[in-house]
């Protein structure tokens, strides 16, 4: 082998290297993304005030966050909510859900004011085809609805895009409602 063909090989090999190397990047970022349905970079906003109008009117709305005045001030019980959102034991949430007005936005839509409001509506997520049936159809987002979607998405709405395994212990589901009930409330203004 000449001198020529060595560096030839070396160049093609540190091309295909480089590839490689960029591929598996490219992979690495999107990974997250494919495994819970989410998509990067969404700036589609699915629902204007108007719309968002028409979708509540005639709705007797109810104020699921006075609920939250029953739920226990305990700081032990307060904790094993926030650990039941935010660990991996629980439901994963915290990863790609914000929850407060001033979260940042993250890969699937914020639950900061979920209860009460239609599915399918929210700023920098673009939604699923079967969540944008079911806003079509009037769903709304009430405590007992978020339990029944939890506890297992894909059979709860087929063709979501949260690929989250559910929750199946109702304990578990009950305090992340809980953490939600608390933590994802309105501040009226007045």
């Known amino acids: 082998m000449s001198l020529l063909d060595m560096r030839k090989y070396v160049n093609n090999a540190r091309g295909v290297h480089w ?16 495994i819970f349905g989410a998509f990067p970079y969404n700036t589609k906003t699915n629902t204007n005030p108007d719309e968002m109008g028409q979708l509540l009117e005639g709705f007797e709305s109810v104020d699921f966050y006075a609920m939250s005045e029953f739920l226990s001030d305990s700081p032990k019980q307060i904790q094993k909510e926030i650990d039941a959102f935010e660990t991996w034991e ?3 949430c915290r990863f790609c859900h914000a929850v407060k007005e001033d979260d940042r936005d993250r890969m699937a839509p914020s639950l900061y ?32 609805l978020l339990d029944a979607f939890i506890s297992n998405p894909s059979n709860f709405m087929p063709g979501n895009r949260m690929r989250v395994q559910g929750i199946e212990d109702l304990e578990t589901r009950k305090l992340i409602v809980n953490y939600l009930m608390r933590e994802s409330k309105p501040i009226k203004e007045e």
């Open 19 to 34: 590839l490689f190397i960029m591929v598996l990047i490219g992979i690495a970022f999107y990974l997250p993304f494919l």
């Open 113 to 144: 004011g979920i209860f009460g409001r239609p599915a399918g509506v929210g700023d920098n997520y673009t939604y699923s085809d079967a969540l944008m049936n079911l806003k079509s159809n009037g769903l709304i987002w009430t405590p007992e």
């Open 90 to 92: 629980g439901g994963k």
